[in-house]
């Protein structure tokens, strides 16, 4: 089976551009979750979505960043406009359920730099 | 309020030696806990987790934690680790307020040394 599936894998771009991650959660899994992960911060859950909604977005950093789920297998993270202290490895988790007794299940990150 | 601290951000230890990485929360609810680890360039992936029940909880790869309420920690051990356990490991905090939190670790790097 496949796992979660992000897309880049890596990206560089500059200040100022718009950039948009992308995650394929597990086919069946109804909770997403997206972190970011730095050297500073570690590890911090930005949002997720439970059935596609929007469950808890209290650690999106600002307005610059956003996300959408359309439908169960695929949601999006957008930075418009990308800044260098954005520059993190992003990462996707899905679940069964929205349960916290859940196990997330990660991709593999996408990795941002933003000169 | 929840939270998690993982007190050492570096264990350096001998192969076949026995290591304990070190985890405290803070919750004012119940909890569910969580130890996942991460090698090189890879995203988590889960070891072991404590739901209810037994407080010692076994994992993947030999490891296993205890759950001990009273000290509000969920220590993972391992009673002789290889090479291939260097890695990342975070521990990890959910409970329920309005909505699920979900809390990570800063994480402890493992150096399993030969």
């Known amino acids: 089976d496949a796992g979660v599936i992000q897309s880049p894998r890596h990206e560089v771009t500059e200040m100022g551009q718009e950039v948009t991650l992308r995650c394929k959660p597990i086919?069946?899994?109804?909770?997403l979750f997206w972190y970011r992960q730095t050297m500073m911060r570690g590890l911090e859950l930005l949002i997720y979505f439970n059935n596609n909604v929007p469950i808890d977005d209290s650690g999106m950093p600002e307005d610059r960043f956003s996300a959408k789920m359309p439908n169960a297998s695929f949601s999006t993270l957008k930075i418009q406009p990308s800044e260098p202290r954005d520059s993190a490895v992003y990462f996707c988790?899905?679940?069964?359920?929205?349960?916290?007794?859940?196990?997330?299940?990660f991709g593999p990150g996408t990795r941002l730099l933003v000169l | 309020a929840q939270s998690v601290t993982q007190l050492d951000s570096q264990v350096p230890v001998f192969e076949e030696a026995p290591v304990e990485l070190r985890c405290n929360y803070s919750?004012?609810?119940?909890?569910?806990l969580f130890w996942y680890v991460q090698y090189p360039n890879q995203g988590l992936q889960l070891l072991l987790k404590?739901?209810?029940?037994?407080?010692l909880v076994k994992g993947i790869n030999g490891f296993e934690a205890e759950f001990n309420k009273s000290q509000t920690s969920f220590h993972l051990r391992k009673p002789s680790v290889h090479i291939s356990d260097t890695a990342e490991y975070f521990c990890a905090v959910s409970g329920y307020s309005g909505t699920y939190k979900y809390i990570f670790g800063t994480g402890t790097r493992l150096k399993v040394l030969a």
């Open positions: 988790a899905s679940s069964l359920a929205q349960a916290g007794g859940e196990t997330q299940y």
């Open positions: 919750s004012s609810v119940s909890v569910y």
């Open positions: 404590y739901l209810s029940g037994s407080t």
């Open positions: 086919s069946g899994h109804n909770s």
